[in-house]
């Protein structure tokens, strides 16, 4: 099986801009979650979606989205970017519904926010 | 609110020798505990977690809900398990088991 997989890789913005990262499951899995991994903040919650719903949001603000596609695919967007945004963002997928179960995580898309 | 806490954020020691990563946790229900770990240049990776009560690559850790402690163990050291090593927790109940709140991490160098 192909593990997540999470484009682009790299990329770099400037202040105000916004962006939008992608990130495909492991086939089957039908739950997605987004993390943020800073230096100063660690692995920070952004939110899991499940059949195309949002079940948990973090504690980010509005200019933190996502969206899930029918085929589990997920996105997430960053609009207004500023210098704090600048991390590496981490997509994680897992099979079930239920709470227990293993992530799978992609190896992330790098930010850099100019 | 959960929160976990590793109060460690480098640990060195050298091959052979014990190993413990220490990890504390507040929450207010009956949490799930995992270890995940992330070799140099691979992704992060679940290790193990408590309900399993499993010993991975030697590893081992045992939740103290007394203590509210789920401290990673492993009595010989070897250079291979250095690495960085995060200790997480879902909640029990409804969606609180679908996100993850991670501790920040501990880096374990086993030196030859």
């Known amino acids: 099986k192909a593990g997540v997989t999470q484009t682009p890789r790299y990329l770099i913005k400037t202040r105000g801009q916004q962006v939008t990262l992608s990130c495909s499951p492991i086939s089957g899995h039908r739950s997605v979650s987004w993390y943020q991994q800073t230096p100063g903040q660690g692995l920070q919650f952004l939110f899991e979606y499940f059949s195309e719903t949002q079940r948990n949001k973090g504690n980010f603000p509005g200019r933190f989205s996502g969206r899930q596609f029918s085929n589990s695919r997920s996105e997430m967007n960053v609009s207004t970017l500023e210098l704090g945004d600048s991390a590496l963002y981490l997509c994680?997928?897992?099979?079930?519904?239920?709470?227990?179960?293993?992530?799978?995580f992609g190896e992330g898309s790098r930010l850099t926010v100019l | 609110a959960q929160r976990v806490t590793q109060p460690e954020k480098l640990l060195s020691v050298f091959k052979g020798a014990p190993v413990e990563l220490k990890c504390n946790y507040s929450?207010?229900?009956?949490?799930?505990l995992f270890w995940y770990v992330q070799y140099s240049r691979q992704r992060l990776q679940l290790l193990l977690r408590h309900i399993s009560r499993e010993s991975i690559k030697g590893f081992t850790a045992d939740l103290n809900k007394g203590e509210t402690s789920f401290h990673l163990k492993k009595p010989f050291a070897q250079e291979e398990d250095s690495a960085m090593y995060y200790c997480a927790l879902s909640g029990s109940g409804g969606n609180a088991g679908n996100m993850l709140t991670f501790g920040g991490g501990t880096r374990l160098m086993v030196k030859p």
């Open positions: 994680a997928s897992r099979s079930g519904q239920t709470n227990t179960g293993e992530l799978f």
């Open positions: 929450y207010s229900g009956s949490p799930e």
